[in-house]
């Protein structure tokens, strides 16, 4: 199955979605351009009104430190809205999410973004810290996606 363009592209040779009856399994999305093909580094990849709602400073030595998990949070949960769309549900759809980071200190910035994405109920939830993540050092969290949508 090919991806359409706009939402999480397989970086090697897998599908970045699969719906099996009315779920929805989603391969580990990270926070990767899709159309430009470049990672999301901080507040500046991201639009400028969805960074300065979710928190930019303005302030170089803060949004160096916060910009690049918060960028990336918040392009990796867009991405699985786009994906999950694509497949004809919603967010409030999705009821399982594993998420993985370099850094645990991590946590809390992107928890912060994810309710805004979850704001009612949030799903079922796994947290592991990795060692290191593909392509880059740069990745700082990868976020897999299980969704029922239930034949409407």
Same mark, same amino acid.
């Given at each position: 199955?090919?991806? /359409?363009?706009?939402?999480? =592209?397989?970086?090697?040779?897998?599908?970045?979605?699969?719906?099996?009856?009315?779920?929805?399994?989603?391969?580990?999305?990270?926070?990767?351009?899709?159309?430009?093909?470049?990672?999301?580094?901080?507040? =500046?990849?991201?639009?400028?009104?969805?960074?300065?709602?979710?928190?930019?400073?303005?302030?170089?030595?803060?949004?160096?430190?916060?910009?690049?998990?918060?960028?990336?949070?918040?392009?990796?949960?867009?991405?699985?809205?786009?994906?999950?769309?694509?497949?004809?549900?919603?967010?409030?759809?999705?009821?399982?999410?594993? =998420?993985?980071?370099?850094?645990?200190?991590?946590?809390?910035?992107?928890?912060?973004?994810?309710?805004?994405?979850?704001?009612?109920?949030? /799903?079922?939830?796994?947290?592991?810290?990795?060692?290191?993540?593909? /392509?880059?050092?740069?990745?700082?969290?990868?976020?897999?996606?299980?969704?029922?949508?239930?034949?409407?």
């Amino acid at each position: 199955m090919n991806a /359409p363009p706009d939402i999480a =592209q397989p970086l090697a040779r897998y599908a970045a979605f699969r719906q099996v009856g009315d779920f929805v399994f989603l391969s580990g999305v990270i926070a990767v351009n899709p159309s430009a093909g470049l990672i999301v580094n901080g507040y =500046q990849d991201i639009p400028a009104e969805v960074a300065d709602s979710l928190g930019r400073s303005g302030e170089f030595s803060v949004d160096i430190k916060e910009g690049p998990i918060i960028a990336q949070s918040w392009a990796v949960l867009d991405s699985i809205r786009r994906t999950i769309e694509s497949a004809g549900g919603q967010m409030s759809d999705v009821f399982k999410l594993v =998420q993985y980071f370099k850094n645990l200190d991590h946590f809390p910035h992107y928890s912060r973004v994810r309710k805004r994405f979850f704001p009612d109920a949030a /799903p079922a939830s796994t947290v592991v810290e990795v060692s290191a993540m593909l /392509p880059s050092p740069d990745i700082l969290i990868e976020v897999e996606a299980t969704a029922y949508l239930q034949r409407r």
